[in-house]
């Protein structure tokens, strides 16, 4: 076959001239999830190769904050004082992954979350047992466990006792995800693991539907990659595929698309053309950030109606989804001059107006008469009290704005701010990371994790930092264990 072939059409074994290689378990992708089911399949006994896109390994979660949802009482938990259990972790990761919530994965995750811990340990991944607990996107210096969700929530800490749950590798700011990757790679080279970087997958390839392993483009060349036992799809998610969040998620069409230059949706694409289901793909993260500093969740979110529309101490994902919910993605914050210094740290929300009175700031911004004014007198009332029957922000963020001048910051998308997005759709997978078809049937030989699975985040509105990271790594170990054990 000398031209390049479509993802969307597994390619018949009968077609290759000649095999270029191969190998028990043949995984596509070197993120978190292809590092982690790469290193669990070879534990398995499995001869496992590694294809890898790019000209080294990484994938989004080294781009990423590093933070994992790890709880049930670990070690980390314990030593910061905190107690957490098991039926807690999972009764909020249920309200969190929303309706399209796979029951067994979020089970399966919970139950296996100490073991997971000690696993990323024993591969070298170092935390430090030090918690930070102010408001911020991740933990602001090398602390290792913070909040990362909606665990304080209303609705939420009904059903479970709160625990902060986001565990992050000892790293500044930022770095967790390099730093993990780091780790995950040193691992995978103290290990026999092949990894062949600068190698495309194009397609896969089927024996009488079963899959025996991938045509890709290397040194120039097409090149079949065999796999005896399996190939795991771990290529990332299609955010950055403008066609493919057009057709299947087009609510994230306007916003700043993050995450690996080649989350293209490759993967998807090639389980697609293999037979599988893609599932949950109108759904993505989606956000929009008002904190660091904790003092913009005291302010109040309104629409274009001068309405209220979310509890404003919430976690950045569910204020996202709701600002973009609102008519005309308009969506704007009131504050006071207690509350504003200057612009929140990653929006740069711009001053839209500016008045001395509520009644003024409703006028000159354009609010119909009566509107904004009432929505504040209301919220006051009620706040003065340390109560908000509306939307039941925490105490902690809860008081009057009552000190002029009072503004009105711009957090409509259309404003020009910062709205990060990423997909949360993928192919349909059991627990162990087989591909199922549109019927349910497993596909022979095909396992897919991380964003190339509808794994355990499903819900922008219920996301918490920490889902991506913690489903890549576990799910993605699962996925290598089943494609190893498969003969």
């Known amino acids: 076959m000398s031209r390049s072939p479509d993802a969307s059409i597994a390619i018949a074994a009968h077609d290759i001239a000649a095999w270029h290689t191969h190998t028990d378990v043949l995984v596509i992708g070197y993120g978190g999830a292809g590092a982690c089911a790469a290193l669990e399949a070879a534990a398995c006994g499995?001869?496992?190769?590694?294809?890898?896109?790019?000209?080294?390994?990484?994938?989004?979660?080294?781009?990423?904050?590093?933070?994992?949802?790890?709880?049930?009482?670990?070690?980390?938990?314990?030593?910061?004082?905190?107690?957490?259990?098991?039926?807690?972790?999972?009764?909020?990761?249920?309200?969190?992954?929303?309706?399209?919530?796979?029951?067994?994965?979020?089970?399966?995750?919970?139950e296996g979350s100490l073991e997971h811990f000690d696993w990323l340990v024993n591969q070298g991944v170092?935390?430090?047992?030090?918690?930070y607990g102010g408001k911020h996107t991740n933990t602001p210096e090398y602390q290792s466990l913070t909040w990362s969700g909606n665990e304080k929530g209303f609705r939420e800490s009904q059903a479970a006792k709160p625990a902060p749950r986001a565990h992050k590798p000892k790293a500044f700011w930022?770095?967790?995800?390099?730093?993990?990757?780091?780790?995950?790679?040193?691992?995978?080279?103290?290990?026999?693991?092949?990894?062949e970087t600068d190698t495309r997958a194009l397609a896969l390839i089927h024996d009488n539907g079963r899959i025996v392993g991938a045509?890709?483009?290397?040194?120039?060349?097409?090149?079949?990659?065999?796999?005896r036992r399996g190939v795991v799809l771990c290529a990332g998610g299609f955010v950055m595929n403008r066609e493919m969040v057009a057709k299947y998620a087009p609510r994230l069409q306007d916003a700043t698309p993050i995450g690996n230059p080649n989350d293209t949706g490759g993967g998807i694409l090639m389980g697609i053309g293999a037979g599988g289901a893609a599932i949950n793909m109108s759904e993505g993260f989606v956000s929009v950030i008002w904190y660091p500093a904790g003092a913009f969740c005291e302010g109040v979110f309104v629409n274009e109606q001068g309405q209220r529309f979310v509890n404003e101490d919430c976690y950045h994902a569910r204020g996202g989804h709701h600002c973009l919910n609102q008519s005309g993605r308009k969506a704007y914050m009131v504050v006071d001059s207690t509350i504003f210094t200057e612009?929140?740290?990653?929006?740069?929300?711009?001053?839209?107006?500016?008045?001395?009175s509520f009644e003024e700031?409703?006028?000159?911004?354009?609010?119909?008469?009566?509107?904004?004014?009432?929505?504040?007198?209301?919220?006051?009332?009620?706040?003065?009290?340390?109560?908000?029957?509306?939307?039941?922000?925490?105490?902690?963020?809860?008081?009057?704005?009552?000190?002029?001048?009072?503004?009105?910051l711009d957090f409509s998308i259309d404003s020009g701010i910062y709205y990060p997005s990423f997909t949360l759709g993928g192919l349909d997978t059991t627990v162990d990371g087989e591909v199922r078809r549109p019927s349910g049937a497993v596909i022979p030989g095909l396992y897919a994790a991380g964003r190339n699975a509808a794994g355990l985040p499903r819900s922008g509105e219920g996301y918490a930092s920490g889902f991506s990271v913690g489903d890549a790594t576990f799910f993605g170990r699962r996925a290598g264990r089943t494609a190893a054990r498969n003969s």
Do not use: W
Request: aromatic fraction near 8%.
């Open 174 to 195: 930022e770095d967790g995800g390099a730093t993990l990757m780091a780790t995950l790679k040193a691992a995978v080279a103290r290990s026999p693991i092949r990894v």
């Open 361 to 408: 700031l409703e006028r000159d911004a354009g609010f119909p008469e009566g509107t904004l004014a009432a929505t504040m007198a209301t919220y006051n009332r009620f706040a003065a009290r340390g109560e908000d029957p509306l939307f039941h922000k925490h105490r902690d963020f809860l008081r009057p704005l009552d000190k002029p001048p009072y503004a009105l």
């Open 343 to 356: 612009p929140p740290l990653y929006a740069a929300a711009q001053v839209k107006e500016v008045g001395e």
């Open 46 to 110: 499995a001869e496992v190769t590694v294809l890898e896109v790019a000209s080294d390994g990484g994938g989004t979660t080294a781009l990423s904050g590093g933070q994992i949802y790890l709880g049930g009482g670990t070690p980390i938990q314990n030593a910061c004082g905190f107690s957490d259990t098991r039926a807690d972790m999972e009764a909020y990761i249920r309200i969190a992954a929303g309706a399209n919530a796979d029951a067994d994965k979020i089970s399966a995750y919970c």
């Open 126 to 131: 170092v935390f430090n047992p030090e918690y």
């Open 215 to 227: 045509l890709c483009r290397q040194d120039g060349e097409l090149r079949a990659f065999g796999a």
